[in-house]
């Protein structure tokens, strides 16, 4: 991967001048990254300084999904060109997009609002507060199986609660797959693929007992509460990725997914807090994260696999993101992941790219999945979800299939941890 893209990547800027409309006009190109210069490289690493006009979605082998201020893109555009580059537009109108799915979102949450049955259908995302009361009315619903637990507060102290899902059976220390959601509050196809997950676990247990039978799962669907509900309230704020905490006198957030306590703010890292890969003011200094590691340390000796679901990609990636160095049980993680990609392969046709983080798609140190792989769990991924919409923002219509899709992942990969790790 050039240097341009890394620069790009990590410059991912707030775009926080135009306050109203914020996203009217802007545009979304997707630009074939394979055949690049050192010239052409060069020439948008300084566009890309200009971090008020852009913001690259993805990055890694993918074509770069960037979006481009209205005042920029005859520049954008000329640059393209000008090193024959190609490149498609693909979004012509961000701001009216987002306005049409949040019209669209509105009558969905009136048409399938949550009942208190403990079933959360697929139909379209659901809130913090919807999410919580799911787990607990699981859990009321079940009392042997599905314990809930709250395990922190957020920033804006939202409460924030684990869902451990056993097989009833009353063994206790089992070995534990621990997945969390959320961390990147645009990304809500994520918390959704959770949701999925828990409902396959507790009411489909027929297809599922080997998953559970030496094994529990514990679950956090939503890492960074503030930030999720913040997007869910305009299409203002739609694409907010960090948390909510204030982070300087002029910026708000710090990237949570950058501020772990294993090579903090190294390679891959901001330290502008208005960047949105800020790794904020030291290691752990945001609440979600402490709890997140507190959980990792918690279950380190029964956990075999950490996965945190974000997107978008398609990619399952593993350590280390902090280098390009590979861990050396790299084999042991391939493996895994291979199952996630096979099955994933067979039954969609949804072609996953696997690898490690830094090798893949760009070097991000301070991450979870290699401080839960650091302490303690042989298996660490990052599950980046295929693109929708404009790349986060798959419409709701684009749910089922998604995170059936994802499911089918997740338990290939489960199956061959309960396979490679039994019950010591
Ligand atoms: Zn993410």
Redesign the pocket.
């Known amino acids: 991967m050039g240097v341009l893209w890394i620069v790009l990547a990590l410059s991912c800027l707030g775009l926080t001048e135009v306050q109203s409309n914020k996203y009217e006009g802007f545009k979304i190109y997707e630009v074939q990254t394979k055949a690049r210069t050192a010239a052409m490289d060069q020439a948008l690493s300084e566009l890309a300084k200009n971090e008020s006009y852009y913001e690259v979605f993805s990055s890694g082998s993918q074509p770069a999904r960037i979006m481009v201020h209205p005042e920029e893109q005859v520049n954008f555009v000329q640059l393209m060109d000008g090193h024959s580059l190609s490149y498609k537009v693909l979004n012509n109108n961000v701001g009216f997009t987002l306005r049409r799915q949040f019209a669209r979102n509105r009558i969905l949450r009136n048409r399938f609002p949550y009942t208190g049955n403990g079933r959360l259908g697929t139909e379209r995302f659901y809130s913090h507060g919807e999410i919580n009361q799911f787990i607990e009315d699981l859990a009321e619903e079940h009392p042997r199986r599905v314990f809930v637990k709250t395990v922190g507060k957020s920033y804006e102290r939202r409460l924030m609660k684990t869902v451990t899902i056993t097989n009833g059976d009353g063994r206790r220390n089992k070995n534990v797959i621990f997945v969390d959601g959320g ?2 509050a645009r ?1 809500w196809i994520s918390p959704a693929a959770v949701v999925y997950l828990i409902d396959e676990l507790v009411n489909n247990l027929a297809d599922n007992a080997d998953l559970l039978m030496d094994y529990d799962w514990v679950i956090l669907p939503v890492v960074n509460p503030d930030g999720y509900e913040y997007t869910q309230l305009s299409e203002e704020t739609r694409m907010w990725r960090k948390t909510r905490k204030p982070s300087s006198p002029d910026c708000i957030g710090t990237d949570p ?1 950058r501020n772990f306590d294993f090579h903090w703010n190294e390679e891959g890292a901001s330290e502008d807090p208005c960047d949105q890969t800020y790794a904020g003011s030291k290691a752990f200094s945001e609440p979600e994260a402490v709890v997140v590691s507190d959980l990792i340390h918690s279950y380190a000796d029964r956990g075999k696999m950490y996965l945190t679901l ?2 978008y990609g398609p990619y399952i990636l593993y350590p280390w993101g902090w280098s390009s160095d590979l861990p050396d049980t790299v084999d042991d993680l391939h493996e895994v992941a291979k199952a996630g990609f096979d099955a994933i392969l067979e039954a969609t046709g949804t072609l996953y790219e696997i690898g490690s983080s830094t090798n893949v798609l760009y070097v991000a140190a301070g991450a979870s999945d290699d401080y839960a792989f650091n302490a303690g769990f042989p298996i660490s991924f990052t599950m980046e979800l295929p693109p929708g919409g404009t790349g986060f923002d798959p419409p709701a219509s684009a749910i089922d299939q998604m995170v059936k899709e994802t499911w089918v992942g997740i338990a290939a990969m489960a199956r061959k941890v309960v396979q490679k790790y039994p019950l010591a």
Request: charged share 15%; hydrophobic share 15%; net charge negative.
């Open positions: 961390f990147h990304e997914n974000h997107s």
